[in-house]
């Protein structure tokens, strides 16, 4: 069994919402996410079909956690705790990069919490973890994600693969997340 992780320790907090891992009490918000047509449609991978998948990626993420503190991914939820999706950020396993992801529900998009979250990641992962560089991968069909990406901070790099199938590859290297926080700061008043 994985080693259990602080909760707290690992919980982030933004103007609008909270990040903490995810649990065994969210496979319902996990299988919601995944039953969700219009966001499963942007996927790289395949969603959650059932609550053993869910129970599965909850342990995993626990494992992964004790192995790489300060990775992972985050139940995200509003200020009142309502749900609101996932973000991640995972060491990629088949080559030398750091990840970082989110899914949104509908009743979340275009509300500015994918900006709101994915520059709290990069914080994260730049001023907490010390990482050097963060890659982003979306779908090509995706139209989205590249502009949310590009507002972050990240470049175009090209195209790869994830799960087997093609993808767009954007990249943030950390000189030039320093000079995006004036950026990043004015973002964080979007979506009131």
């Known amino acids: 069994m994985a080693e259990q992780h602080d909760v707290e320790r690992d919980t982030i907090g933004t103007r609008r919402m909270r990040l903490r891992p ?3 009490r969210d496979l319902g918000d996990l299988l919601a996410l995944g039953g969700e047509a ?3 449609r942007h996927l790289l991978d395949n969603p959650l079909s059932g609550v053993a998948d869910a129970a599965a ?3 995993w993420d626990e494992r992964m ?3 790489h503190p300060g990775f992972g991914f985050w139940h995200a939820s509003d200020r009142a705790g309502g749900f609101l999706g996932m973000f991640s950020l995972v060491p990629e396993a088949d080559r030398d990069e750091v990840g970082i992801g989110a899914r949104l529900l509908p009743r979340a998009w275009g509300r500015g919490y994918a900006l709101e979250g994915g520059a709290a990641l990069c914080g994260h992962g730049f001023a907490t973890l ?6 982003g991968l979306c779908a090509p ?3 989205s994600v590249p502009q949310l990406l590009e507002r972050l901070g990240f470049t175009a790099a090209g195209e790869s693969s994830q799960f087997g199938r093609p993808a767009l590859r954007f990249l943030l290297a950390r000189e030039d997340w320093r000079g995006v926080r004036g950026r990043r700061r004015a973002m964080s008043s ?3």
């Open 65 to 67: 956690r004790s192995e």
């Open 38 to 40: 219009r966001v499963v």
């Open 57 to 59: 990626f909850v342990l």
């Open 141 to 143: 069909q995706n139209r």
């Open 190 to 192: 979007i979506g009131d």
């Open 130 to 135: 010390g990482l050097r560089r963060i890659e």
């Open 22 to 24: 995810f649990g065994r």
